[in-house]
């Protein structure tokens, strides 16, 4: 079964996070975004359908960091210092990201070896992987191409 077939229900079942009308809306939000997001961007969607307030959305997302649903990302280069959340990395393997520098839009790259790769060469050498995050920076294709740069 793939990620996609998956309820928001299912999902935090499947964490071990109980099924709450909040918890619910941001895992469907993320899951429905397909990219990483961040918390003022969920914010600003969540309360389209209900009120919250910006500590419970952090509580919401840092119960679903440490049950490994919800990927949190490292933020980009100042200005811009917002941490983004990847849902995907919750059901798919780890995968890399891409984050745009002119339009600050990052998308999820369907690249799972590169992670997978360093994680060996690490443990190779006798370290102890945590976590990884691997983002390539530079302008998405839209930015390009009104750039006049080809990709
Ligand atoms: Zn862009
Ligand atoms: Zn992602």
Redesign the pocket.
């Known amino acids: 079964m793939s990620i996609s077939d998956l309820t928001p229900h299912d999902l935090l079942a499947e964490a071990g996070i109980e099924d709450t009308p909040l918890r619910h809306q941001v895992v469907r939000l993320l899951s429905e975004a397909d990219r990483p997001l961040a918390a003022p961007d969920i914010l600003e969607l969540v309360r389209r359908e209900q009120s919250i307030n910006k500590v419970s959305l952090y509580r919401i997302l840092d119960l679903l960091v440490e049950h490994g649903l919800v990927r949190r990302l490292s933020s980009p280069a100042p200005p811009d210092r917002a941490f983004r959340y990847c849902l995907p990395g919750g059901g798919k393997p780890h995968h890399c990201h891409f984050y ?1 520098t ?2 600050r ?1 990052m998308e999820c790259l369907d690249c799972t070896e590169a992670p997978a790769v360093l994680e060996r060469l690490a443990s190779g050498r006798g370290l102890v992987v945590m976590s990884s995050d691997i983002r390539l920076d530079g ?2 294709a ?2 390009a191409s009104k750039a006049g740069l080809e990709p």
């Open positions: 745009c002119r339009c839009k302008l998405c839209e930015c």
